[in-house]
């Protein structure tokens, strides 16, 4: 009698083999895993040692220009509310394309007393430092002394924000550009009315790409790969705009 074989393999998606379902969607999660990792060390508060000795001499200067020493906050080193460099509580807040958060003072002076003529790197990760993100509190914002601070981050990014970068940059600083950029979308003066109406066509784009069954490469037909056909041109698009974000900041 003739037994006939039947394949009971599994395969996550029907007519297509486990192997090239790994291949493709392989390099996507090794990517994000690395992109991952690479947030986890720019986690840290922690003044990189070859930037310790500029970052020193700027602290004294800060603290002396309000009367204090640096003995007076030596508990506070890592504390999130507190600026790495002057160690005392975040005044005018700013953070960098690499998510470290400084005074503004502090960050330019950092700047100006480093290299002028370049764009800083981070006191804390040593990333280039290319865009300046404002992160007043309301009572600054109100302040006299807010003119003068937004000035300093304006001058900042004409000079840097505008410049190529390699891709893997603009991925890397993605998630703090397009925070600030949705933050700025609700503020009357955040951002111009033209960067407005493109947010918004994009965005419309992208709600209409995924909710269309005519996609590039459809779900109904291969399951798990249309949907993630379905982040990545989501994810393009959204990286597209921050690049916008960035290009706005810069002619601001």
Known sequence: MTHTHHDTSTHFIEGISNDLVFLLIGPTIFV?????????????????????ELVQEIRQRVLEARGETPEQHPSHRNADDRC??????????VETNCAHIFCCSCIISYWEHGSSMSAMQCPICRQEVRVLLPD???EEEISDNVN????????Y???FSGEPRPLLEYILDFPVLLRHMFRNFFNVNGLVAMLRVRIVVYLAIVVLYIL?????????????????DDVAIAGIILLYLTVLFRQSLANH
Request: contains cysteine; aromatic residues 10%; glycine residues 4%.
């Open 32 to 52: 994000t895993l690395v992109i991952i990792v690479l947030k986890m060390f720019r986690s840290s508060r922690d003044i990189h040692p070859r930037h310790l």
């Open 136 to 138: 007043f509190t309301h």
């Open 212 to 228: 269309s069954p005519l996609d590039i490469i459809p779900e109904f037909v291969f399951g798990i790969l249309g949907f993630l």
């Open 84 to 93: 790495p460099i002057c160690i005392d509580v975040l005044k005018f807040a």
């Open 148 to 155: 003068e601070q937004t000035n300093k981050i304006r001058l």
């Open 157 to 159: 990014n004409r000079r």
